[in-house]
């Protein structure tokens, strides 16, 4: 491995980005140090994921947390949210009626009801997490945000300032890749470190699991406009959430280069639409992604949506002395393993973690909690928007078939998030569909450059 | 309830009673094996599902009389394993082996339509009928249902009671044929087989390998279906591999409120958790694959669902639990499916259809 780039090595490295140097106290952030008074938190996106983000939020032991305020585009899910929220936990789910905001405007809002050190749950498509995230900024929030971060180069960029800027601010922001919360892959994460399983040379992952959310998505239906179908829909269109591999493919990624303690630095990848009929998402169903680390080590990614396919949703590493599994079971248990050579059979197990593996999305919750109750630097923007950005150069190496570096990214002058602070409700979207109602497609060396 | 889902659910039983009082209507699958008018000419035949190569060995269960529950002799015995009652059950045939992700898939991923697509064929009169029941539902999971575990001939696990008896429906609305799960008494009936000890096959735990996936054999996963030896009537994996759904609500009391005869009994849910599910899994010590043993659904078995309100077709921490179907020789009415056998509360409502979401 060339030493020769230090400044390089240092962005590229996953770890130590997140302990930062003795951050500067503005004051901000210990509203909640030692246990003063109750956090309180406002929820933009109110779908499953972030519903169960609060639920986790709601259970932190002793967290003293509230949730007062709700902001959704869908009336309906806005619904279900607080209902299913309340009936869990009656007594620290306080969101008055005045506080529950529909709209694109209604993040701003239910900011606007916390003060300053309580927590916004950005749970929305990643596509409006940079608009989110600076409003959250300047109200002086602590945050937690859904993965991926963002979804493109342009994107990114701006996500690695506003992470520069929230740390300036001394706010907590922890973001949704949970595995990194896992205490399983965390010992593993020591003992590669140790050496146990050598230099590692190459990683394999799978998340290949048959029809998976939202990425096939059929003809709208009348009665709903193409922006809103598209939110409701938003794993099938890039613009939104970076489509199947952003969305789906970005933890298993996350998870290999946090073992490998390093981002890849190039991408090159195969994928295509075998079974779409008339479905109108702009996803592949197969795709096929080699990273490369500064090292020359290779990351083989491998993402299928096709169903009655064999399914594997795992990730491996091998070293010069052994080989390990980051994870085999989906996100949790883990059950991380580290094996004598690369035949990895109960004979030649080195190392299991041999006890119950806690919940990790309940201890990513634990963990910004304790953060903000102790005063503790805490801010996971760096490592989830490098996670973002890695993910969403496979997936641009596979739709323009070009070789796709960590630089090609952030040069890239298409902006999928351009105009976004200016949608409404009854709007047009950032995408509009052809006459036909489908919408562009990836289109590999034909459209070398741009995604659509 | 709306009125779609109502008329939905109606139209459903609806086509059932049709199709299966006409014998000859188009939407009955041809297979002559599985024509019966008496218990005397009931046979083994294989179902099928139509535009795949999918098959359901389905063997005959005569209609008796059993003790169901274990004795208060019996070792290891469990308080809710009774008190013992005896138990007439009417004749059925059921899966000789544990529903596997072959035809499970076919169901959740929709691989019967996609079939049709891509080959071109068109959807027959069944196919039309049985697509409310198998488009979105159940919706696309996040993660691989199978964990890592294996699929071809692997019996399809992590479904909650309700996808299991949706399933159910479509399978019968596609083939024109009434299918179930089993009832927990019609279970243990068809687990004992006639025997009357611990096991299907005697008293001695230390012959369970040879029937039997459980945990001393079963290397920490799920096993493909019918390897091992079959109980007396002929059916695989009763005591192992996967436990399987039964119809019932669970009761912890046992079997004490209910009387001391009983007439093809069920228990119907009145609550999502606990419901029952029957028979021992890769798991599992031997105690605990005897044929009298009841487990009880918790909430505990959605904890890795990291969406809220949780899906209603997925416990993603139930790796143990499958299921096995079973054809009443004598379909049910529409008035007897509505108040009996598809009847279960609370309704379940899907969180991803606005017009179905209601609490």
Redesign the interface.
């Known amino acids: 491995m060339s030493e020769t780039k230090p400044s390089r090595r240092q962005f590229l490295r996953t770890t130590g980005t997140v302990a930062a140097t003795a951050g500067v106290l503005s004051g901000v952030q210990a509203v909640h140090a030692a246990g003063e008074g109750t956090i309180r938190l406002a929820i933009v996106g109110c779908?499953?994921?972030g519903?169960?983000?609060?639920?986790n939020a709601l259970s932190v032991p002793n967290g003293d947390v509230q949730l007062v305020a709700m902001a959704d585009v869908?009336e309906?899910r806005q619904?279900?949210?607080y209902?299913?929220?309340v009936?869990?936990f009656p007594k620290t789910v306080k969101v008055d009626k005045e506080n529950m905001f529909l709209g694109f405007d209604g993040y701003k809002k239910a900011m606007d009801v916390l003060r300053p050190g309580d927590i916004v749950v950005l749970t929305t498509p990643p596509a409006f997490r940079w608009l989110h995230f600076t409003y959250a900024i300047e109200k002086g929030l602590n945050v937690f945000m859904e993965k991926p971060v963002t979804v493109d180069g342009p994107g990114s960029k701006r996500m690695f300032a506003l992470g520069e800027k929230s740390k300036e601010k001394g706010l907590k922001v922890g973001v949704g890749l949970m595995c990194r919360h896992c205490d399983a892959r965390g010992e593993l994460f020591q003992r590669v470190r140790n050496g146990e399983i050598g230099d590692i040379t190459m990683m394999r992952a799978y998340?290949?699991?048959?029809?998976?959310?939202?990425?096939?998505v059929p003809p709208k239906p009348e009665g709903i406009s193409d922006l809103m179908y598209q939110i409701k829909n938003f794993h099938g269109f890039l613009w939104l959430s970076g489509g199947a591999v952003s969305d789906?493919l970005i933890h298993n990624i996350d998870e290999c280069c946090w073992i490998k303690d390093a981002w890849p630095i190039e991408a090159k990848a195969a994928g295509g639409r075998h079974?779409r009929?008339d479905n109108i998402d702009q996803n592949f169903d197969n795709y096929s992604i080699e990273y490369t680390f500064e090292d020359g080590a290779k990351l083989l990614m491998n993402g299928r949506t096709m169903?009655?396919c064999?399914?594997?949703?795992?990730s491996y590493a091998h070293g010069t002395k052994g080989s390990a599994v980051i994870s085999?079971?989906?996100?949790?248990p883990s059950k991380a393993r580290i094996f004598k050579g690369h035949v990895m059979t109960k004979e030649n197990l080195v190392w299991d973690w041999g006890k119950a593996e806690p919940?990790p999305?309940q201890l990513e919750w634990n963990h910004l909690i304790h953060a903000i109750r102790n005063d503790e630097d805490y801010n996971e923007v760096q490592r989830g928007t490098m996670a973002s950005l890695v993910t969403s150069m496979g997936r641009m190496a596979a739709h323009t078939g070009q070789t796709m570096t960590i630089e090609d990214m952030l040069e890239c002058d298409h902006d999928f998030g351009d105009g976004l602070a200016d949608l409404t409700l009854d709007g047009d979207s950032l995408l509009q569909p052809a006459e036909n109602g489908t919408y562009a497609i990836p289109q590999p060396g034909l459209n070398p450059d741009y995604e659509y | 309830m709306t009125m779609k889902r109502t008329l939905a659910v109606l139209f459903t039983i609806a086509v059932f009673a049709d199709n299966l009082s006409a014998q000859n209507s188009p939407t009955v699958i041809e297979i002559p094996a599985a024509v019966a008018a008496t218990e005397a000419e009931m046979k083994p035949y294989g179902e099928i599902i139509e535009h795949t190569r999918v098959k359901i060995e389905m063997l005959p269960i005569p209609s008796g009389k059993y003790w169901m529950g274990s004795p208060t002799t019996e070792k290891q015995r469990r308080d809710d394993e009774g008190p013992q009652r005896e138990v007439t059950l009417k004749p059925f045939w059921m899966g000789k082996t544990e529903i596997t992700w072959n035809a499970y898939d076919v169901w959740m991923s929709d691989i019967d339509i996609q079939i049709r697509k891509v080959y071109g064929k068109k959807a027959n009169e069944r196919d039309l009928l049985a697509e409310p029941l198998t488009i979105s539902k159940p919706t696309a999971p996040y993660t691989d249902m199978s964990f890592g575990m294996g699929t071809r001939s692997y019996p399809a696990i992590c479904m909650t009671q309700h996808a299991a008896r949706t399933f159910c429906q479509w399978l019968s609305v596609k083939t024109g044929r009434y299918y179930r799960l089993p009832t927990e008494a019609e279970w243990e009936y068809a687990c004992r087989a006639g025997t009357t000890t611990a096991y299907s096959f005697g008293d001695d735990a230390k012959k369970l390998g040879e029937y039997a996936w459980y945990y001393n054999n079963a290397g920490e996963q799920y096993q493909k279906v019918g390897q091992k030896l079959p109980n007396p009537w002929g059916l695989y994996d009763m005591h192992g591999n996967v436990s399987e759904w039964v119809l019932d609500q669970y009761d912890k009391e046992g079997y004490a409120k209910l009387g001391k005869q009983l007439n093809n009994p069920l228990s119907v849910p009145t609550t999502l958790f606990p419901r029952t599910v029957r028979g021992g899994s890769w798991q599992d010590d031997a105690a605990q694959l005897r044929s009298a043993v009841r487990v009880a659904s918790t909430e505990d078995w959605k904890e890795q669902d990291p969406q809220i309100p949780q899906s209603i077709w997925y416990h993603t921490d139930a790796l143990h639990v499958g299921l096995r179907i079973v054809r009443p020789l004598k379909t049910p009415s529409a008035e007897e499916l509505k108040n009996l056998w598809n009847k279960s509360e609370p309704i379940q409502y899907d969180k991803d259809n606005p017009k179905e979401f209601k609490e």
């Open positions: 779908g499953g994921r519903t169960g983000a609060i639920s869908f309906h619904k279900a949210s209902e299913s929220l009936r869990r998340r290949m699991a048959g029809p998976t959310g939202y990425a096939a789906f079974y009929g169903p009655g064999h399914k594997e949703f795992a085999q079971s989906g996100h949790a919940n999305y």
